[in-house]
Nanobody, 117 residues
């Protein structure tokens, strides 16, 4: 059982950068694969990025590959998403998700990212 709280969202101009953080409570954080998803108004929830328990492996959705970087710090129970070269279509609510080793997981409440022209 973990609780996740995202932070770092806000308003940024196209071409700019933001860094999102997800803070986790719970004593088994380091056992979880961590993920970022996003959902824009009127659209399906979209996979953004994932990282394994050790931080040694990452992968990204095609729409953000080369622009976003995910990392984790198990000592601090946090995961980050560095977002560079932001585009208007990156505007969405971004959600942190902790995947249990046995399947399923836990969602954060989300943080709004708005990219302006």
């Amino acid at each position: 059982q973990v609780q996740l709280v995202e932070s770092g969202g806000g308003l940024v101009q196209a071409g700019g950068s933001l860094r999102l953080s997800c803070a986790a409570s719970g004593r088994s954080f380091s056992s979880y694969a961590m993920n970022w998803f996003r959902q824009a108004p009127g659209k399906e929830r979209e996979f953004v990025a994932a990282i394994n328990w050790s931080g040694g492996s990452t992968y990204y959705g095609d729409s953000v590959k080369g622009r976003f970087t995910m990392s984790r710090d198990n000592a601090k129970n946090t995961v980050d998403l560095q977002m560079n070269s932001l585009k208007l279509e990156d505007t969405a609510v971004y959600y942190c998700y902790a995947g249990k080793p046995s399947g399923g997981g836990y969602w954060g409440q989300g943080t709004q990212v708005t990219v302006s022209s």
